[in-house]
Nanobody
């Protein structure tokens, strides 16, 4: 059974930084499409940033371009999200989504394409 565990959330002031981690037990980690999604209270889960395998590309929500970066350590089966210049509107529960498939570019933003999810980690940006 695949386990996905996010960590690193917390309370941060506007303009601050956080780094989230996602450790996954999936055997095909290096060839999986993986990304971060977030959910604010009363809203649907939304796409934030996704990394396709084989250096096929990284995809960003417009709201996070230039502020967030994604990286993966295949040796540690860990995905990271570096968040800089955080804003109050970045507040939400951040989830790591993984699928063993190499998604085509047109599908990476779709929540339904991801097979495994963690429990999420809360990020609160507030002064």
């Amino acid at each position: 059974q695949v386990q996905v565990v996010e960590s690193g959330g917390g309370l941060v002031q506007p303009g601050g930084s956080l780094r989230l981690s996602c450790e996954a037990s999936v055997r095909t980690f290096s060839t999986s499409t993986m990304g971060w999604f977030r959910q604010a209270p009363g809203k649907d889960r939304e796409f934030v940033i996704v990394d396709r395998p084989f250096r096929a590309g990284t995809y960003y929500a417009d709201s996070v371009k230039g502020r967030f970066t994604i990286s993966r350590d295949n040796a540690k089966n860990t995905l990271y999200l570096q968040m800089n210049r955080l804003r109050p509107e970045d507040t939400g529960v951040y989830y790591c989504g993984i699928t063993p498939r190499s998604l085509i570019a047109g599908r990476v933003r779709n929540v339904a394409e991801y097979d495994y999810w963690g429990q999420g980690t809360q990020v609160t940006v507030s002064s």
